[in-house]
C-alpha cells in the first residue's frame, strides 16, 4: 500500500490533526542511505514528522526544514519537505547502531543524545524565513517536536512518531500523528484527550496492529466529532539537478570559479539528500565563469 497523510479537525475545529503511513518513504531512506536500524529509525520519525508539519502549512509553496542536532554518536539530522507529500532527508553518520533500550526498542534517544537543539525553518515566501529553536528534550524525537511546537509556537500538541523495523533490518511499518490544540479550549476537552494518548501504549505497536492514518486519528479522537478533510500522498523524492548544482557554482562569484579553473580540476558534488552524484567539466566551469561575470 502506499504512503499517505490525512489532514483532519476534531471538536467543532478546537483540534488539528494530521496522520501519516509512511513504511515506503522511510524504507527508500533507508535503501538511499544505508541506514541501520537504529539511524533508520531517528530518520523515519524525522522524515514522518517534517512530511506531516508540511502538510499542516497553507501556502502552495511553502517549505519546511527540520534539524535535530543533538550530542549523540548519529550527528544531524535534517529533514525537507519543500511540497506536501514530498520529503527528503539524510543523517550525519548513517552507520550508527546501538543496542535496544532497557524497553527492548530502538534507542533513538541514545542516538540523538539529549544535549542539543531541534530548528524548524519555515519558508512560506517572505523576505526570511522563520526559524524556531528550542533545546532537545528527551531525543526521541516525538517529544521534542512536541515541545518546539509549545515552546516556539506556544501551540499546545501531542506528537507521535514510530518506525517498526524487522530482523533483515527493513521497514515494516513507519507512521505517526501530531494533535494540536487551538487556544480556549476547554479543561474537559483537554482531559478527554490526555486520557485517550494516555492509553495509546506507542505508535509503533499501534502500527504493529496494523493501524492506518485514519484507524490512529479514531483511536485518539473517536467520539470527539473528527472530520477527516484531505489525503495526500507521501513519498521520498528529491528535487536535486545539474543545473540546481550549476546554479549554486554561478553563485560563488567570478573569484571562486576562476580559482576552481586555475586549479584545472573539475568540480564534483554528492547530493546529501540522494547520493546523486554531478560533475561539472573545466570547459563548462569557463561558461558558467561567463555567466557570473554577466
Ligand atoms: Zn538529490
Known sequence: MSDYIVRATAYNNKILAIAAFSTQTVQKAKEIHNLTPTTCAALGRTLTSVAMMRVMMKGEKDKVTLVIKGDGPIGNIVAVSNYPGIVKGYVGNPKVDLPLSEKGK????????KNGYVTVIKDIGLKEPYIGTVELQTGEIGEDIAYYFYASEQVPSAVGVGVLVGKEGNVLASGGFIIELLPNIE???????????????????????????????N?????????????????????????RFETAIIALGKEEIEKLISEGQSVEAVCHFCGKKYLIEESRLKELLRIAEE
Not at 530502538?106 to 543524545?113: E, R, S
Not at 492509553?199 to 490512529?216: A, H, M, Q
Open 106 to 113: 530502538l534507542d533513538v534517544g541514545k542516538a540523538v543524545g
Open 187 to 217: 479543561e474537559k476537552i483537554v482531559a478527554k484527550l490526555e486520557e485517550a494518548l494516555r492509553n495509546i501504549s506507542s505508535v509503533t505497536e499501534l502500527l504493529r496492529n496494523g493501524y492506518l492514518p485514519e484507524d490512529i486519528l
Open 219 to 243: 483511536h485518539i479522537l473517536g467520539g470527539m466529532g473528527l472530520n477527516i478533510l484531505e489525503r495526500v500522498d507521501l513519498r521520498y523524492e528529491c528535487d536535486c539537478s545539474q543545473e
